[in-house]
T-cell receptor, first 115, second 119 residues
Framework: GAVVSQHPSRVICKSGTSVKIECRSL??????MFWYRQFPKQSLMLMATSNEGSKATYEQGVEKDKFLINHASLTLSTLTVTSAHPEDSSFYICSSQRAGNNEQFFGPGTRLTVL | AQKVTQAQTEISVVEKEDVTLDCVYE???????LFWYKQPPSGELVFLIR??????QNEISGRYSWNFQKSTSSFNFTITASQVVDSAVYFCALIPYNAGGTSYGKLTFGQGTILTVHP
């Protein structure tokens, strides 16, 4: 149990386009989902926390208008990178957490390359 | 705010050697969880262990063992008889939890230690 999937696993896009990444909890309901970004040879940095049905809470320095997060259901959260630029190229990882449970279950990650 | 420090950026060992990955943390919270994750080249985070701040018992799981010492705010991870498949980035992480047992705030990761095991 506690499987989290991400789609796509890898995406290459042109500068200026928008990219949507999906995060799904396959066998449990996730009241809270988290989005992380990881640059090469660096640690995971939390970008935002989203609770189902409410607006996401963004970490300091993360542009909410650029990284749109939607958590419309208990099993799906999406991250849209709007008008992507090469500096947005990174590994994006989501995690899901059940209500009352202290553990985050991580997705396999999405590698975004912006040309 | 929490801070997790993994002072060893990279470690290189030869197969069958034992290796210890260090993790030191800072927090003002009295209750928290500590974690170790493995990130192989594929990128997916693999959960290894969670330790409650109240539980200072060391734990052994196969070739893996963990030494939690609250007095020194350390949670070190040892791999015995390392194997090539152990090559990965290892992250230590911390999250506080409240009196009701629910975690709050964010999961804070260390910088990671790149472990390379040579045949």
């Amino acid at each position: 149990g506690a499987v989290v999937s991400q789609h796509p696993s890898r995406v290459i896009c042109k500068s200026g386009t928008s990219v949507k990444i999906e995060c799904r909890s396959l066998d449990f309901q996730a009241t809270t989902m988290f989005w992380y970004r990881q640059f090469p040879k660096q640690s995971l940095m939390l970008m935002a926390t989203s609770n189902e049905g409410s607006k996401a809470t963004y970490e300091q320095g993360v542009e909410k208008d650029k990284f749109l997060i939607n958590h419309a259901s208990l099993t799906l959260s999406t991250l849209t990178v709007t008008s992507a630029h090469p500096e947005d190229s990174s590994f994006y990882i989501c995690s899901s957490q059940r209500a009352g449970n202290n553990e985050q279950f991580f997705g396999p990650g999405t590698r975004l390359t912006v040309l | 705010a929490q801070k997790v420090t993994q002072a060893q950026t990279e470690i290189s060992v030869v197969e069958k050697e034992d290796v210890t990955l260090d993790c030191v943390y800072e927090t003002r919270d009295t209750t928290y969880y500590l974690f170790w994750y493995k990130q192989p080249p594929s990128g997916e985070l693999v959960f290894l262990i969670r330790r409650n701040s109240f539980d200072e018992q060391n734990e052994i799981s196969g070739r893996y063992s963990w030494n939690f010492q609250k007095s020194t705010s350390s949670f070190n991870f040892t791999i015995t008889a390392s194997q090539v498949v152990d090559s990965a980035v290892y992250f230590c992480a911390l999250i506080p939890y409240n009196a009701g047992g629910t975690s709050y705030g964010k999961l804070t990761f260390g910088q990671g230690t790149i472990l390379t095991v040579h045949p």
